[in-house]
């Protein structure tokens, strides 16, 4: 991570896993909605907001690898939301348990790195 300090850099995976997030979910609206060009029109649109994922989580001079577990903490923590606020599933006491596993999973990477 030359030159970026550690906001910079989890402000830059917090905006990947926004990107990724919000791609997939738009992408999956298209899937579910009726009308050739509300499709097409969600799927291009899902196609450049997961394009714009993989440009801001690759063009950072870093190790990815290594940043990886706190990019799943922010990866899960915004699914939920978006599956909650954007498609009315709520999480479930399996998902709340298995999520507090990975946000854990998550703080020991980023902590003993």
């Given at each position: 991570?030359p030159?970026?300090?550690?906001?910079?850099?989890?402000?830059?995976?917090?905006?990947?896993?926004?990107?990724?997030?919000?791609?997939?979910?738009?992408?999956?609206?298209?899937?579910?909605?009726?009308g050739?060009?509300?499709?097409?029109?969600?799927?291009l649109?899902?196609?450049?907001?997961?394009?714009?994922?993989?440009?801001?989580?690759?063009?950072?001079?870093?190790?990815?690898?290594?940043?990886?577990?706190?990019?799943?903490?922010?990866?899960?923590?915004?699914?939920?939301?978006?599956?909650?606020?954007?498609?009315?599933?709520?999480?479930?006491?399996?998902?709340?348990?298995?999520?507090?596993?990975?946000?854990?999973?998550?703080?020991?990477?980023?902590?003993?790195?």
């Amino acid at each position: 991570m030359p030159g970026m300090n550690r906001a910079t850099v989890v402000l830059i995976l917090l905006l990947a896993a926004l990107l990724e997030v919000g791609g997939d979910a738009i992408v999956r609206a298209g899937l579910h909605r009726t009308g050739l060009l509300p499709k097409v029109l969600l799927f291009l649109l899902g196609a450049g907001v997961l394009f714009s994922y993989g440009y801001a989580v690759n063009a950072p001079a870093w190790d990815f690898g290594r940043l990886l577990g706190l990019y799943v903490v922010f990866f899960f923590v915004i699914a939920q939301l978006i599956a909650w606020l954007a498609f009315g599933q709520m999480p479930t006491l399996a998902r709340i348990c298995g999520g507090a596993l990975i946000v854990a999973g998550g703080v020991v990477i980023a902590w003993f790195q």
